[in-house]
T-cell receptor
Framework: EAQVTQNPRYLITVTGKKLTVTCSQN?????MSWYRQDPGLGLRQIYY???????DKGDVPEGYKVSRKEKRNFPLILESPSPNQTSLYFC??????????????FGSGTRLTVV | GESVGLHLPTLSVQEGDNSIINCAYS??????FIWYKQESGKGPQFIID?????DKRQGQRVTVLLNKTVKHLSLQIAATQPGDSAVYFC???????????????FGSGTRLSIRP
């Protein structure tokens, strides 16, 4: 089944403790992206990647890092999480480098709470 | 600046009736629009899309209308069912330049609830 898999689904952590949220897609998509979803603010892009070793900032990149060493994986790293990073996170992928991003496929989400 | 927004944050519809969800966009250069459905506890799911060279596109029980003159987009759901309960997002594809990745900007969403 074609899908985007995120782990974990739920995570509670403490301020300052580094964490990684994993994302993997099995559709050979070139484009991958991370979004956070907050009440009243909708989906906001954190980082995106056009292909292996090509990443760029989205609208709200502060406090996050990403890497794209393999085509299928796009982990989101929080080096020193803070409470304002408490949110629902989605990874998404779509086919085309340099092409229109028709129809993102989204993961099921990771609900992160930072205390 | 660019923005994609929704007229109503919530919409309550009688089961069996048609639903209409509206969306306004401000970037007149956008030429591709998408509707997503997000059910509770799940990620957004692609429903239907439309390009700016069209004013209407139909899917299974859904129709998207685009009015470029007033920069308005709507999603119509025929014979609304309980399974249609979800948050619906419109999204705008903004292509800043062919050398850059195209970017999808999402609206804040409309919650559709179905009355039995």
């Amino acid at each position: 089944e074609a899908q985007v898999t995120q782990n974990p689904r739920y995570l509670i952590t403490v301020t300052g403790k580094k964490l990684t949220v994993t994302c993997s897609q099995n559709m050979n998509h070139e484009y991958m992206s991370w979004y956070r979803q907050d009440p009243g603010l909708g989906l906001r892009q954190i980082y995106y990647s056009m292909n292996v070793e090509v990443t760029d900032k989205g609208d709200v990149p502060e406090g996050y890092k990403v890497s794209r060493k393999e085509k299928r994986n796009f982990p989101l790293i929080l080096e020193s999480p803070s409470p304002n990073q408490t949110s629902l996170y989605f990874c998404a992928s779509s086919p085309g480098q340099g092409k229109r991003n028709y129809g993102y496929t989204f993961g099921s989400g990771t609900r992160l709470t930072v205390v | 600046g660019e923005s994609v927004g929704l007229h109503l944050p919530t919409l309550s519809v009688q089961e069996g009736d048609n639903s209409i969800i509206n969306c306004a966009y401000s970037n007149s250069a956008s030429d591709y629009f998408i509707w997503y459905k997000q059910e509770s506890g799940k990620g957004p799911q692609f429903i239907i899309d439309i390009r700016s060279n069209m004013d209407k596109r139909q899917g299974q029980r859904v129709t998207v209308l685009l009015n470029k003159t007033v920069k308005h987009l709507s999603l119509q759901i025929a014979a609304t069912q309980p399974g249609d309960s979800a948050v619906y997002f419109c999204a705008e594809n903004s292509l800043p330049g062919y050398s850059s990745a195209s970017k999808i900007i999402f609206g804040s969403g409309t919650r559709l609830s179905i009355r039995p």
